[in-house]
């Protein structure tokens, strides 16, 4: 898929079918644990979301993250060392929320970010330049940490899923 941003790349149908079943299945499970989060940026007033931290700070916080990140991700991104990650829930809006604009993480030009999209909505991950990533599923976007962007809320089905990695290659 080309972008504007040749720093950005997209790629369909990232994982092999069963393991983005495996994932949507576990997620999307009735007893799955989100977390309420105040806001999407800290001290940004941006909006609530849930989320589920399965690695940050060199901890493993999820009984899920050899079956999601081991066994699916990893062999696919092949990073050299794992900063954080964390899957994230927005719930649908009347209108479009925007988060702000933000870096995952601020003065690191060596790091990649990685959005997995996990279903399909009108909600979007938009870069600063204005180029807008759509929700699909089993699809993933990587770009250099240091490329500012943001989430765009949906209004059309009840959540919008993705799992967001922070990593070095």
């Not at 916080?61 to 081991?70: E, K, P, Q, R, T």
Request: glycine share 2%; with cysteine; charged share 25%.
């Amino acid at each position: 898929m080309e972008h504007k941003n040749k720093d950005i790349k997209v790629t369909k149908d990232f994982l092999d079918k069963d393991k983005f079943n495996n994932i949507t299945n576990t997620v999307s499970s009735t007893s799955f644990p989100w977390f309420y989060q105040h806001e999407q940026n800290p001290n940004a007033k941006d909006g609530f979301f849930f989320s589920h931290k399965i690695y940050a700070d060199d901890i493993v916080n999820s009984s899920n993250y050899d079956s999601m990140i081991v066994g699916c991700l990893k062999p696919r991104i092949n990073y050299s060392s794992l900063v954080r990650v964390q899957i994230n829930l927005l719930t649908r809006t009347d209108k479009p929320r925007k988060s702000i604009l933000h870096r995952d993480f601020d003065k690191q030009p060596n790091m990649t970010t990685g959005i997995y999209y996990l279903n399909e909505s009108n909600g979007y991950t938009e870069f600063e330049s204005g180029e807008m990533i759509k929700s699909i599923p089993n699809m993933y976007v990587e770009f250099p940490t240091n490329l500012k962007h943001r989430a765009i809320s949906q209004t059309d089905v009840d959540c919008r899923c993705v799992i967001n990695l922070n990593y070095y290659k």
